[in-house]
């Protein structure tokens, strides 16, 4: 019999989550600080008007970009909050969450052989969806003395004659790091210069603990070489409404859209209503929630620093990253013990690349509570292991 | 700081000013100090907590009492609240807009001993023109908490990127 398998497909590797998850999800009555979406149930406004579309009997395609009403708002929510400037009508579409938009935004702009810069550790999906559309991921393995931002000598290393595109994680899941106006504008110039794409995912835009986010498509000449990826998710809880969109010149969004027009045809309707409702009247609890993450935020990262583990303060998403290197324990064995000694689960820092060897991803998309429990363990462990 | 910490307390009176420090990234002593004056100042007035007594096996009853009165020269209805709220069956007094002035509400152990409180003692004020009194059927939701159904469970999945 043929192998029913591309070649490609088999050269992709299974999520090292998923690996962790197994093991994870066998084990009665862990407690887990790995997630990666938030604890808090979408705002009630924002079902509510889920619901009442479903009443109204809303239970048709959209077009394929999305609702009118909701690239519209998508465009002054930009204008808002980040200084972006879009065309509703050519230059934002809605995607099946984040994940989508990366998937075509990849697929619209790569041909086989072109090189895509990977900044690392980060979300897990870039490096297989490049690899399937046959482009060359090139991973730059950031370091936590730069608070793992990307700086300009890191991308000047790394760039050639085949690089197009620079994939941008900020705020990053899973450092919890965030690039600032001057980290950004250092790498304007060579962008620009070597003639590179962007593709910048701000999922966890709103989840910024100092000052505002600031999007590299906002910089002059950055904007036509731009794709932002953004969505409902993190901002609004929403995770399992799989709604999300991407913003960029016409000549690129216009391909994106014939994938998804052919992929997937449209967004589901009801989150698309519902994330009408979340645009329009849910700053306040955008706002409540980010209150929440940042007290969290203080509380976890002096706990952990208490308890004897070093990590730098991250200013964004709802993630920290502390370091266990002075346990002599790789991440893995580290997560694999904490789980079977301690029954708490963290995620290993290498499931989100090689160069996250020697830290943990531990979320703080948990209430104080569940988070106090977690930490006497993690303390008690780590004396444990401290000898 | 005040307004951080009374976000925090107004949630769970139970946090400790260490943990208040460390979620706002302050120092305990003046978390402790601040908290200390805003009791003195009356901004903190108390630290109850919130029972479902439905489910704790005691007979309470709530009344919500709709009161007209004769505000005092001088005076206004203040001086009418402080001698309806000095009774321990009240619970709380409100000044209302609207069609009638003060908004009372008791907490008894039966409603005859609701009943009799009002009739004898509030509706008896000289100041006291009317009363109407509903009593509260069942609580659904109070201090922003939902009452019933407990913690809810995380049916997030452990473990996702």
């Known amino acids: 019999m043929r192998d029913p398998l591309s070649k490609v497909i088999k050269e992709v590797e299974p999520s090292g989550i998923r690996k962790f998850f197994d093991i994870v999800s066998e084990m009665k009555d862990a407690i887990s600080l790995g997630v990666g979406e938030p604890d808090f149930d979408t705002p009630w406004h924002i079902r509510e008007e889920g619901i009442y579309s479903l009443e109204q009997g809303r239970t048709f395609y959209t077009s394929n970009a999305g609702l009118k009403e909701l690239k519209e708002e998508i465009t002054y929510y930009l204008r808002r909050r980040f200084h972006l400037s879009y065309d509703p009508v050519k230059e934002v579409m809605v995607t099946i969450g984040g994940s989508e938009a990366i998937d075509i935004a990849l697929r619209a702009m790569i041909d086989p052989g072109d090189e895509v810069l990977i900044p690392q550790p980060s979300y897990v999906s870039y490096l297989p969806c490049a690899q399937l559309v046959h482009a060359v991921p090139v991973p730059i393995e950031l370091k936590e003395e730069n608070q793992f931002k990307l700086t300009r000598q890191e991308l000047l290393d790394v760039i050639t004659e085949k690089t197009k595109i620079l994939i941008l994680p900020f705020p990053n899941n899973p450092t919890g790091g965030i690039m600032d106006y001057h980290d950004l504008k250092a790498l304007v110039d060579v962008i620009i210069e070597k003639d590179l794409y962007v593709i910048s995912d701000e999922i966890y835009s709103e989840l910024t603990y100092s000052g505002t986010h600031v999007s590299i498509a906002s910089f002059p000449g950055m904007r036509e070489r731009t794709v932002v990826i953004n969505g409902f998710s993190k901002s609004y809880a929403m995770t399992g409404w799989r709604l999300g969109y991407a913003c960029g010149p016409e000549l690129i969004l216009k391909q994106m859209l014939k994938i998804h027009q052919f992929a997937i045809m449209c967004a589901p309707t009801t989150s698309q209503y519902a994330a009408v409702e979340a645009l329009r009247n849910g700053d306040a609890d955008v706002e409540m929630m980010r209150e929440e993450y940042d007290r969290r935020r203080r509380f976890l990262i002096k706990s952990l620093r208490d308890i004897g583990l070093e990590c730098f303060e991250p200013f964004g998403a709802f993630y920290v990253f502390p370091s266990i290197k002075t346990l002599g324990m790789s991440s893995d064995e580290f997560a694999n013990r904490l789980l079977q000694e301690e029954k708490v689960a963290v995620v290993p820092g290498t499931a989100f690349g090689r160069c996250g060897e020697g830290f943990l991803r531990i979320s703080y998309a948990y209430s104080i509570e569940d988070l106090k429990v977690a930490l006497e363990r993690i303390e008690r462990f780590v004396k444990r292991h401290r000898e | ?161």
């Open chain 2, 1 to 161: 700081m005040r307004k951080k910490i009374l976000k925090i307390v107004d949630k769970n009176s139970k946090a400790s000013p260490e943990e208040i420090a460390a979620m706002l990234g302050e120092r305990k002593e003046d978390v402790e100090a601040e908290i200390a004056a805003m009791e003195k100042e009356g901004v903190i007035c108390g630290y109850p907590t919130l029972i479902n007594w439905d489910k704790a096996d005691c007979e309470i009853v709530t009344a919500l009492i709709e009161v007209k009165v004769t505000p005092q020269r001088g005076l206004g209805f203040d001086k009418i609240a402080e001698r309806i709220y000095k009774f321990d069956e009240v619970d709380s007094v409100y000044l209302m807009s609207g069609g009638f002035d003060l908004t009372v509400i008791i907490r008894g152990k039966s409603m005859k001993e609701v009943s009799l409180f009002v009739s004898e003692k509030l509706s008896t004020m000289e100041a006291v023109l009317s009363t109407a009194t509903h009593f509260v059927l069942k609580k659904y939701k109070e201090h922003g908490i939902a009452l019933e159904g407990g913690k809810k469970e995380d049916e997030r999945m452990l473990i996702t990127p």
